[in-house]
């Protein structure tokens, strides 16, 4: 008996519909994201996670009532990441339901944001997202955060970045590899190992699953706590509940 | 009208217990931090998140006390997360925190680093995602859930109580701790059974319509 590791669907919800398409064949509206996130939860999902990827403020109202909506029908844990810039925010999306919110940017503008959120609304609704890319190969190899979809480098090592994150009160750490994000050829696992290695917190792995296996190596050889997945759940190649069966064959332990 | 109070008291977010609430039964859900108005409800919730110290300060804060101990011993009662800490004697938590004393227990932070003893891994805190609950005794909040179900736990703090009996159920995470506690009309428990799919709102609803008899 221990702690199941989680699988969770992603959805990018722009004003209030989900872009990156999603098709399943017997889904009414497969732009709603509330339909899509009632689907994944039959199928067992342990959490969803929405990005917003609202550019305005106005569609910003639109994503508050998707949560609420989401968070009348579905009983599993709602992240809502993107946009999220001040405490205002992070209570908005908590009030509409969520349970935690991705904070990303924001942080590595200000880190002392992610001090003060924990502290307002504690430390578990706090997931820090960090987007790396690996800038030096070899021996030692390293990873360094980068903002604007992974354009822009900071020059901040992603390792120190999660070790400083944890230290300013972040619960939880959702680390997408930016050179691996959209490829489908699986995880960066000497990345995803790095940093769960270096931090007490929980790992959410993201960036690069195409297939179950994926999604196992994820936790078996990064270690990840949970792994993070859209397109193979989004297109119907595999269903949340194929995936858990997939993991449960590789001796992880899953919730069924 | 029958009216099930959530006690809101500034500690986290209360409107996914609400809307859990809302979804077992008919009965009227109100959320509220009024003495007036929680005394006439016929049962109560007492959920929260967050620290322990600050939970106790805002409380007394709003003068919650009083109010929380005329309900503990009158009508079904069920606590959530910090509403289940709140309960025992005493919180390592924030330099070390007096609590309702309700329960004989301590609420301790999990080990750092946590290491699981048979398998030598080491553990995340905090205990973040779905871990099973094993009962300890038949209780009426378990009618329809089945022995070592799965729910969802967020939190570095967990309660050890003295008491063998008023553990309800047990989870292991590292060591074994009271993931859910009874004593006669309270029941109390560690997991979120608003954020735990069918078996949580089992949960739910088996408390909705409890006689409060353990």
């Not at chain 1, 908005?92 to 992610?114: H, Q, S």
């Not at chain 2, 959320?31 to 939970?55: K, L, N, T």
């Not at chain 2, 800490?85 to 070390?96: F, I, K, T, W």
Request: charged share 25%.
């Amino acid at each position: 008996m221990s702690l199941a590791k989680r699988i969770i669907p992603c959805l990018d919800v722009d004003n209030g519909r989900v872009v990156k398409g999603v098709q399943f064949v017997d889904i009414r509206d497969a732009g709603d994201p509330v339909e899509i996130a009632r689907r994944y939860d039959e199928e067992g999902a342990d959490e969803i996670t929405f990005l917003d990827i609202t550019a305005s403020s106005d569609n910003r109202d639109t994503m508050v009532h998707v949560v609420e909506e989401m968070a009348s029908e579905v009983f599993i844990p709602l992240t809502v990441g993107g946009g999220i810039r001040e405490v205002a925010d992070i209570r908005r999306m908590l009030n509409a339901g969520a349970d935690k919110v991705a904070i990303n940017t924001a942080a590595v503008f200000r880190p002392e944001f992610v001090r003060e959120a924990s502290t307002k609304v504690g430390s578990q609704c706090i997931v820090v997202a960090i987007d790396a890319k690996q800038v030096e190969d070899g021996e030692n190899p390293k990873w360094e955060i980068f903002t604007h979809g992974g354009r822009k480098p900071t020059g901040i090592d992603a390792v120190e970045w999660a070790q400083l994150m944890q230290e300013y009160g972040a619960g939880e750490i959702l680390l997408t590899s930016m050179d691996r994000d959209g490829t489908k050829i699986g995880f960066d696992l000497a990345l995803t190992r790095a940093i769960c290695d270096a931090v007490e917190i929980p790992v959410i792995a993201s960036g690069g699953v195409g297939n179950l296996e994926h999604l196992a190596e994820g936790v078996l050889q990064g270690g990840a706590d949970a792994v993070l997945a859209a397109s193979i759940f989004h297109f119907g190649e595999y269903t949340v509940g194929q995936a858990k069966q997939y993991m449960a064959g590789q001796g992880i332990e899953v919730r069924l | 009208m029958s009216t099930i109070a959530v006690i809101d008291y500034g500690m986290g977010n209360l409107r996914s217990v609400y809307k859990a609430l809302e979804h077992v039964t008919d009965k009227r859900v109100i959320v509220s931090q009024d003495a007036a108005e929680i005394r006439a409800a016929e049962r109560v919730v007492f959920p929260g998140q967050g620290a322990i110290g600050d939970a106790m300060h805002h409380i007394n804060g709003l003068g919650l006390g009083g109010i929380l101990n005329e309900v503990f011993e009158d009508r079904p009662f069920l606590g959530i997360c910090l509403g289940l800490q709140a309960l025992v004697d005493h919180s390592e938590e924030d330099g070390g925190t007096g609590c309702f004393g309700l329960i004989p227990g301590t609420v301790k932070r999990f080990a750092s680093p946590l290491i699981e003893v048979d398998t030598g891994e080491r553990l995340k805190v905090p205990h973040m995602g779905w871990n099973q609950v094993s009962h300890r005794h038949d209780h009426p909040l378990w009618q329809g859930i089945e022995d070592n179900s799965r729910f969802y736990f967020v939190h570095s703090y967990y309660v050890a109580v003295s008491r063998p009996e008023d553990s309800a159920g047990v989870t292991h995470y590292g060591v074994d701790f009271t993931a859910a506690a009874a004593h006669e009309n309270v029941f109390a428990v560690q997991f979120h059974p608003e954020k735990s799919q069918h078996d949580g709102l089992q949960l739910l609803q088996n408390f909705v319509n409890w006689d409060g008899k353990p």
